[in-house]
């Protein structure tokens, strides 16, 4: 990574929770089975997420959704299920969060989303 770049992602981790100057977008509910492993069940996750973006790159979000959703909600699920039962229990979902960003902007192939929130999220055991 060039030096520019890690002094830009620096800035952004700085800025993305300044309301100022971003935008939410409606990334859909899910509803995802995590297994234990055998004998112990599975952990069924419910959420509805928001992507966190600069106004200035909704326009080139809105563009590029449409031929990426499918494979942006397949990202999240594999993300759900190959995730640690620790990432997904933690209060503040911080790595988890920062992993769905990750997944999302390799598959946009462009760094357009700096944060996602949930509006609801739940983990029950099954």
Do not use: C, W
């Not at 929770?17 to 952990?43: A, I, K």
């Not at 990426?68 to 229990?89: G, K, M, P, W, Y």
């Amino acid at each position: 990574m060039q030096a520019v770049e890690l002094l830009d992602l620096i800035e952004d981790q700085e800025k993305r929770h300044d309301p100022q100057g971003y935008v939410e977008v409606d990334l859909g509910t899910f509803t995802v089975t995590h297994s234990l492993g055998e004998g112990e069940g599975s952990l069924l996750i419910r959420f509805h997420l928001f992507g966190v973006l600069p106004e200035g790159r909704k326009a080139a979000f809105d563009s590029a959704l449409p031929g990426f959703a499918n494979r942006i909600r397949d990202a999240i699920i594999t993300l759900v299920q190959q995730s640690d039962i620790e990432h997904l229990t933690d209060p503040s979902l911080a790595f988890f969060k920062s992993e769905i960003v990750a997944a999302i902007n390799r598959v946009l192939k462009e760094r357009l989303l700096k944060d996602v929130v949930f509006s609801e999220f739940s983990v029950e055991r099954t």
